[in-house]
Nanobody
Framework: VQLVESGGGLVQPGGSLRLSCVASGFTFSSYAMRWYRQAPGKERELVAVMSGDGGSTNYADSVKGRFTISRDNGKKTVYLQMNSLKPGDTAVYYC?????????????WGQGTQVTVSS
């Protein structure tokens, strides 16, 4: 299993970014995908989750109405569109999947992509 994020960067408050996460090594369409973030000195926070078929989503209250999670199962890619960014959104963003393995399930993580919101 491999998850590779991209799309982070430096953006001014009020700006937008779109993160991507390309998955491989598992049946992508069968699994919910999650975006997390971790700011310096803080615990990792679940930002958004989307079901395998894309029919169900859930967001942290702090990003509702500003962030949108989507996926393209043909491309094995999950996206996070981030609008109206605030300095408080500054963090390393990770995508994650909880994948069935030989015995039980395991969480897999990408390497993370840095998002910095600053003027």
């Amino acid at each position: 299993v491999q998850l590779v994020e991209s799309g982070g960067g430096l953006v001014q408050p009020g700006g937008s970014l779109r993160l991507s996460c390309v998955a491989s090594g598992f049946t992508f369409s069968s699994y919910a995908m999650r975006w997390y973030r971790q700011a310096p000195g803080k615990e990792r926070e679940l930002v958004a989750v989307m079901s395998g078929d894309g029919g169900s989503t859930n967001y942290a209250d702090s990003v509702k109405g500003r962030f949108t999670i989507s996926r393209d199962n043909g491309k094995k890619t999950v996206y996070l569109q981030m609008n109206s960014l605030k300095p408080g959104d500054t963090a390393v963003y990770y995508c994650s999947a909880n994948v069935r393995v030989l015995v039980g399930r395991r969480d897999y993580w990408g390497q993370g992509t840095q998002v910095t919101v600053s003027s």
